[in-house]
């Protein structure tokens, strides 16, 4: 069966507390997938998913951290319970601690490499042996123009986000003939993300140079409905969406 659309489909999101994911989120619940909201602050999550059953739309959340492996097996496992299935698996939960190399903000190099690199792997090797057993489903890997682009202060969070991009056109190529890799890449996107970033003078020099024309959350959203909604056999493999004002990054 050729299954396009949106409605209907169980969709489990990392990082849904704040930003982008709980755009997703709200975005495709609205358009009537079943989704399952990941992250560690769970009273956000609550509220959220709260917000889409009072619209109408069907939602629940499991706390999750994505750098342990056997909590991302728990947020699948959640998934399948609550909804009975899962069809796309969102790694979207991410950090951007950007810092000077010579700063050795080496805790904060590890982390983005827990997050941002394992916690997708994690995220696959949870949903990977779901798909493959039903012999379909889809992979949505958020990453960033980061994923192409590396500049001063932005060195190991690029480095994180070529590598979901390796890890992605690797992953679409090694899986079976019905499993989707799709991999987003956004551009300054509002969020709570510069928030991650501890040197208070790069933080302003991000939010008042790089962070000025920001898309909405939802704008990813739309990006990863519309890959999401096409037809099994359409595997819309990369998007890269910038404010329009964006130019040089
Ligand atoms: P936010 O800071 O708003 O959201 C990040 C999300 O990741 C939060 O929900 C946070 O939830 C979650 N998260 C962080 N660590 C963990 C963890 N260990 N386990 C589970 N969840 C975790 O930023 P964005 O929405 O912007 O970020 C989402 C993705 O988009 C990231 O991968 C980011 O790199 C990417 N991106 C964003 C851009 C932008 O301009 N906003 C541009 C390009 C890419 P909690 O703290 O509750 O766990």
Redo the contacts with the bound molecule.
């Keep these: 069966m050729n299954n396009s659309g949106i409605k209907g489909k169980v969709v489990a999101i990392?990082?849904?507390?704040?930003?982008?994911?709980?755009a997703i989120a709200r975005y495709l619940a609205k358009e009537g997938a079943k989704v399952i909201l990941?992250?560690?602050?769970t009273e956000?999550l609550e509220q959220i998913v709260k917000g889409i059953q009072n619209a109408g739309g069907e939602a629940a959340f499991t706390s999750?951290?994505?750098?342990q492996p056997d909590d991302a097996k728990k947020f699948v496992q959640f998934a399948r319970d609550t909804f009975g299935d899962l069809d796309v698996m969102v790694n979207?939960?991410?950090?951007?601690p950007l810092s000077y190399i010579n700063a050795y903000k080496i805790d904060e190099w590890h982390r983005m490499i827990d997050?941002?690199i394992k916690?997708v792997l994690h995220g696959i090797a949870a949903a990977l042996p779901v798909f493959e057993a039903k012999n379909s489903g889809q992979f949505v890997n958020?990453?960033?123009?980061?994923d192409r682009w590396v500049g001063p202060t932005s060195v190991v969070y690029s480095a994180t986000?070529f590598a979901v991009r390796a890890i992605s056109d690797g992953l679409r190529q090694e899986v079976g003939r019905n499993i989707r890799v799709t991999l987003v890449?956004?551009?300054?996107?509002?969020?709570?993300?510069a928030?991650?970033i501890s040197d208070p003078s790069l933080k302003k020099q991000a939010v008042e140079q790089f962070?000025l024309d920001?898309l909405p959350?939802e704008a990813i959203a739309r990006a990863v409905a519309f890959a999401v909604s096409q037809p099994d056999d359409v595997d819309v493999n990369e998007l890269v969406v910038r404010p329009t004002a964006q130019k040089n990054i």
């Design positions: 990392t990082g849904a507390s704040s930003g982008i994911g709980e990941g992250a560690r602050r956000k999750l951290d994505v750098t979207n939960a991410g950090l951007m997050v941002n916690g958020i990453t960033s123009v980061g986000k890449a956004p551009g300054a996107t509002e969020s709570e993300l928030e991650t962070r920001l959350a």
